[in-house]
C-alpha cells in the first residue's frame, strides 16, 4: 500500500520561511505527479503547487507564486515544498498527494489524486 508522511511543519512569524517535505513508500515514485494542498479551518481543500512526474514542469496557485517552490528528489522519493515570506493566510494544514500521471499543467484538483498524507500544520503569526 502506498503511504505518504509529510513533515517540516511549524509555528513561524510573519516573513519567515519553512520547507516541507514529503516520503513515499511503496511507490515507483518516479512514475507519480505529485502535489501540495492545503485546509484552513472552515474552508475547503485548495491546490497549491504540483510538479510532474519528471520533473520538467510545475504549477502554482496565484496565491503562492513567487513565493513557494516544489521540487522533488527522485532517488530519495521525496517531494519538497519551500516557503519563503510566509503570510498569515497561509495558515492551514498542509498535505502533500500523488496522482498516477506525468500531469501538471495546472491548478491540482483534489478528485486527480490517488494517495495522501495526514497532513503537517503551517501557522503563521503577524
Known amino acids: 500500500q502506498v503511504q505518504l508522511a509529510e513533515s517540516g511543519g511549524g509555528s513561524v512569524q510573519s516573513g519567515g520561511s519553512l520547507r516541507l517535505s514529503c516520503e513515499v513508500f511503496?511507490?515507483?515514485?518516479?512514475?507519480?505527479?505529485m502535489g501540495w494542498f492545503r485546509q484552513a479551518p472552515g474552508k475547503e481543500r485548495e491546490g497549491v503547487s504540483c510538479?510532474?512526474?519528471?520533473?520538467?514542469?510545475?504549477y502554482y496557485a496565484d496565491s503562492v507564486k513567487g513565493r513557494f517552490t516544489i521540487s522533488r528528489d527522485n532517488h530519495k522519493n521525496t517531494l519538497y515544498l519551500q516557503m519563503n515570506s510566509l503570510k498569515p493566510e497561509d495558515t492551514a494544514m498542509y498535505y502533500c498527494?500523488?496522482?498516477?500521471?506525468?500531469?501538471?499543467?495546472?491548478?491540482?484538483?483534489?478528485?486527480?489524486?490517488?494517495?495522501w498524507g495526514q497532513g503537517t500544520q503551517v501557522t503563521v503569526s503577524s
Open positions: 510538479i510532474s512526474a519528471s520533473g520538467s514542469s510545475t
Open positions: 511503496r511507490v515507483t515514485f518516479r512514475r507519480y505527479s
Open positions: 498527494a500523488a496522482h498516477f500521471s506525468d500531469y501538471c499543467n495546472g491548478l491540482p484538483r483534489l478528485a486527480d489524486f490517488n494517495y
